[in-house]
């Protein structure tokens, strides 16, 4: 789960974040077939009439290359007995796509999405009437994160129940042979100063370091088993993931923590479900032999969620390398409005400093400048984890505040 998404990074980049340019990369009057690299069914060509149609009944499908683009506009004139409609975001096996169909034979426009061949349709509250063996104009806009249905025209709907991304775009026809037809495809795209891909590179580069400086995963809640050594607290002896958190949180509370109990140090931050503890008993053996520890104030030990310190209250493990299993979940189901806001502005920093003459140009310096001073802003509300009072605040008052 990303921390923040492409569109909002754009928004945060202003001028620099919207599109410079209208790029027309397919213009097709269908005189060959030369722009589209694979179909289904047989298709029969027109160089005087300039479209194609079906010569089988059925469904026949004309694809096109894969684009690669999310934002996007695909216009198209079709004319149909049954069915015909532009395809997009779509496999080449077709079996996850997504299309804007005209159905004559119902007089609707319906929002198609196919996921593993099954397909869900609803009606986009189209109330024309739609004439058999007529040519319409569909257009299909892709925003990169809604879109808009255009017919001859005049907008009829926004998309907001399906993904837009970039992929295969095509055109399907449904009926008796000879009965559909499209002519004059045509296929433009948003130039940008940013791509999607540069944009996403910057984002998974901000979370990395927000996950560093907080010592923390804002992800959806992922899996880890993890083998620990107990060494009964000596800082020097501690892994060194585990060893960088504790000495980060100040003699103080470095002190409690050694005072009041034996602990060990999970890896990562914040713990999301139970810990499932182990110890093996046999460290010292050839054979492991491996005993549940049970988490809970009269059990073995407490855990504190967000520091990922466990406390061991009864039963101390004995000293042992890799003796300590623990399988637990960490992140968080929802990415926080401050980790998103931060994400996004780290995002931008990096795009401003990857751009030609390392963001200096005539008023793009003052922009990042502006940008700069909105992270300081930010980062006081997200601090390092140095100064995370989470630990500082709960570990003295153990015996109300654990799990």
């Not at 994400?343 to 990857?354: A, D, N, P």
């Amino acid at each position: 789960m990303a921390y923040t998404t492409v569109t909002r990074v754009r928004s945060a980049l202003g001028a620099l974040g919207k599109p410079k340019a209208q790029e027309l990369v397919v213009n097709d009057n269908f005189v060959d077939l030369n722009n589209f690299n694979q179909k289904t069914g047989t298709w029969t060509t027109s160089a005087n009439i300039g479209y194609v149609t079906p010569a089988a009944s059925g469904t026949s499908l004309l694809m096109l290359n894969a684009l690669s683009s999310s934002s996007y506009t695909v216009v198209c004139q079709l004319a149909t007995t049954v069915r015909a409609g532009i395809f997009y975001n779509a496999t080449t096996t077709m079996s996850n796509y997504q299309a804007v169909m005209i159905d004559v034979a119902s007089n609707e426009i319906r929002a198609v999405t196919v996921s593993t061949g099954t397909e869900s349709t609803s009606n986009v509250g189209f109330t024309g009437s739609l004439l058999a063996s007529t040519f319409y104009t569909l257009k299909v806009v892709n925003t990169g994160v809604t879109g808009e249905i255009w017919l001859d025209g005049t907008k009829q709907a926004d998309i907001t129940s399906q993904t837009f991304n970039s992929g295969v775009c095509c055109v399907i026809m449904q009926g008796s042979a000879s009965s559909s037809y499209v002519k004059d495809f045509q296929v433009t795209i948003d130039g940008y100063y940013y791509s999607d891909s540069e944009i996403t590179t910057a984002i998974a580069v901000s979370q990395a370091l927000i996950d560093r400086r907080t010592q923390k995963t804002y992800s959806t809640a992922l899996a880890s088993l993890e083998l620990y050594d107990f060494k009964d607290a000596e800082l020097e002896e501690m892994p060194y993931e585990a060893a960088r958190f504790f000495n980060s949180l100040g003699v103080e509370t470095r002190g409690q923590i050694e005072d009041k109990h034996s602990y060990i140090i999970l890896k990562n931050r914040p713990v999301y479900s139970t810990v499932l503890l182990a110890e093996d008993v046999n460290a010292d053996g050839d054979v492991s032999s491996w005993t549940t520890r049970t988490q809970g104030r009269a059990n073995d030990f407490v855990l504190y969620r967000e520091s990922g310190v466990i406390l061991f209250i009864d039963n101390k493990p004995k000293n042992g390398h890799q003796n300590i299993r623990a399988s637990y979940n960490y992140g968080m189901t929802t990415v926080p409005e401050d980790v998103a806001e931060l994400c996004t502005h780290y995002s931008v920093r990096k795009l401003f400093i990857g751009y030609g003459g390392g963001g200096n140009q005539a008023g793009m310096k003052e922009a990042r400048e502006q940008n700069d001073k909105y992270i300081e802003l930010l980062e006081d509300w997200i601090p390092p984890a140095t100064l995370v009072g989470v630990v500082n605040s709960r570990i003295p008052r153990w015996t109300t505040q654990h799990e």
